[in-house]
């Protein structure tokens, strides 16, 4: 009805509905694809335990309920037993490079986190190594997921929907 193509009260097909689907899917990989990410902001805490690589992402060996990050925008570490929390600097790949002579070192505060974004699971490396069980409470963006039926309840951030009737009519 939105779009024009049917009028209102009237039903599309179940051929028709696969097929606006399976667009609306494509739609939604091709803006990942762009790096123009149809995203959700996600806040998950993760429990550390005593190395410096976790695995994140639907199926990762250490952290496999959570979505893969897209782009990390804050890392804070919750100092065991504790409310206490302490901001944690993330860093790229060339600074993580840069921090090769103290990588190893364990420690009770976490003072960086690089994450690589490889797929499909991302590496959370953290410097130093946690020896107290911390948590790491991150906030990142995670790529809107497909659709899995034409009923999925969905919310999108002002815009993104028009975009997305846009796109499909």
Avoid at 94 to 122: H, K, M, N
Avoid at 149 to 156: G, I, K, N, V, W
């Amino acid at each position: 009805v939105d779009i024009g193509v049917l009028a209102q009260g009237q039903t599309a097909s179940n051929d028709d509905a696969q097929f606006t689907l399976r667009q609306l899917n494509r739609m939604v990989d091709e803006y990942s694809a762009s790096r123009t990410t149809l995203y959700t902001q996600t806040q998950v805490v993760l429990p550390l335990s005593a190395k410096g690589q976790f695995q994140i992402g639907p199926g990762a060996a250490d952290f496999p309920a959570y979505a893969r990050p897209a782009r990390i925008e804050t890392a804070t570490m919750i100092v065991a037993g504790t409310s206490v929390a302490m901001s944690v600097k993330i860093v790229n790949e060339v600074e993580w490079e840069q921090l090769v002579r103290e990588r190893g070192r364990t420690g009770g505060v976490i003072d960086f986190l690089y994450c690589d974004y490889a797929f499909p699971f991302s590496n959370l490396n953290v410097n130093p190594i946690p020896n107290n069980g911390p948590s790491l409470v991150l906030v990142f963006w995670s790529a809107l997921a497909q659709f899995l039926t034409l009923q999925d309840p969905f919310a999108f951030p002002p815009g993104y929907e028009q975009a997305l009737l846009k796109g499909l009519g």
